[in-house]
């Protein structure tokens, strides 16, 4: 049975002018968190394995990290850890049965971008 699809609905594609929710964003940057991380594996494993192979090695990755690039790069990636992490307690939370209410998941998903901002910031300060 071929069920009509109503022609005259309006289709809009453009994804600049659609109003998300703040959970909407704060559901896409977690997702968007873990992809920096599954990334970001690769390079944070090298340096791991490089560190500990030796003691000239442990120096490269020091001397590596004295570049002010380097260190942005690694707050990026830490950053995108720390958002996670707190993104993906959230959602533990909602799991037990709390902030899965419209209001409520609004007011965690404010208080995720507030604690994670906080802490992206105090991270920045221990690495600089």
Same mark, same amino acid.
């Given at each position: 049975? @071929?069920?009509?699809? @109503?022609? &005259?609905?309006?289709? @809009?594609?453009?994804?600049?002018?659609? &109003?998300?929710?703040?959970?909407?964003?704060? %559901?896409? +940057?977690?997702?968007?968190?873990?992809?920096?991380?599954?990334?970001?594996?690769?390079? /944070? !494993? $090298?340096? =791991?394995?490089?560190? /500990?192979?030796?003691?000239?090695?442990?120096?490269? #990755? &020091?001397?590596?990290?004295? @570049?002010?690039?380097? &260190? !942005?790069?690694? $707050? *990026?990636?830490? %950053?995108?850890? =720390?958002?996670? /992490?707190?993104?993906?307690?959230?959602?533990? =939370?909602?799991?037990?049965?709390?902030?899965?209410?419209?209001? %409520?998941?609004? !007011?965690?998903?404010?208080?995720?971008?507030?604690?994670? +901002? #906080?802490?992206?910031? =105090? /991270? *920045? #300060? $221990?690495? $600089?």
């Amino acid at each position: 049975m @071929n069920i009509a699809v @109503n022609s &005259k609905r309006p289709v @809009n594609l453009d994804l600049r002018t659609i &109003k998300l929710p703040v959970t909407a964003y704060t %559901s896409i +940057a977690h997702r968007i968190s873990g992809v920096i991380l599954f990334i970001a594996i690769a390079g /944070l !494993l $090298w340096m =791991l394995d490089t560190s /500990l192979s030796s003691e000239s090695g442990f120096e490269q #990755v &020091k001397a590596c990290f004295a @570049n002010p690039i380097a &260190k !942005l790069v690694l $707050w *990026g990636v830490l %950053s995108a850890l =720390l958002y996670h /992490l707190v993104a993906g307690i959230r959602h533990l =939370l909602m799991d037990a049965g709390i902030g899965e209410g419209l209001e %409520s998941g609004r !007011l965690g998903a404010q208080v995720l971008i507030v604690v994670a +901002a #906080v802490l992206i910031v =105090l /991270l *920045g #300060v $221990w690495i $600089w």
